[in-house]
């Protein structure tokens, strides 16, 4: 079997924890998300644990890599330290694939993260919310996802996700022109 990284990537409130969790349904790789431990840290304040929980989280993935183990992660990509880890888990003979999680506005995300709030769920104040909508989606389209083996670009404001655009590091294929446009708007009005 080979080896496997699976970034489930987007902004907070896009689905992410959601849709890395069915995956792991059919495919029982270990899975690694700061938030998951943040709470291990401090299940009364998480937010509290944040810096310790990316620390670690860094330290598992790092070593996950260097024992061959496959992996599914979860990310917002807002910054740039995952590429490094494409970068090495490439050299180490790994499989890369992102699935890019989206939702149509900031607005939408900032809505969600309030019902995973009242709903006992971590809480993202909105401003972090709202820098990181435009962050992962300019980051996935004009870093990430020129880094990873293969990558999968889907909507989630419909009942179920809709596939918008798939591809690898050379090319892409538009699967839903509409779900795509959505997308890119908001990256093309922050170039």
Known sequence: MSKRLIIVAGPNGAGKTTFARD????????????DDLALKISPEQPELAKIEAGRQFSKELHESI????SMVIES???GRSIRRVLRQA???GYTTTIIFVFLESAQA???R?????RKGGHDVPDSDVLRRFFRSKENFWEVYR???DN?????NSEAVLQQAAFGDADSYVVTNEEFFNVFMRDVKSHE
Not at 23 to 34: E, I, K, T, V
Not at 113 to 117: G, L, Q, Y
Not at 151 to 155: E, K, P, Q
């Open 23 to 34: 995956y792991l349904l059919n495919h029982p790789d270990p899975f690694l998300s700061a």
């Open 66 to 69: 260097q024992s061959g183990r």
């Open 76 to 78: 917002t990509l807002s």
């Open 90 to 92: 490439r050299a180490a």
């Open 109 to 111: 995300c900032i809505e």
């Open 113 to 117: 993260v309030k019902e995973r709030v």
């Open 146 to 148: 020129n880094e990873a």
């Open 151 to 155: 990558w999968f670009l889907f909507y």
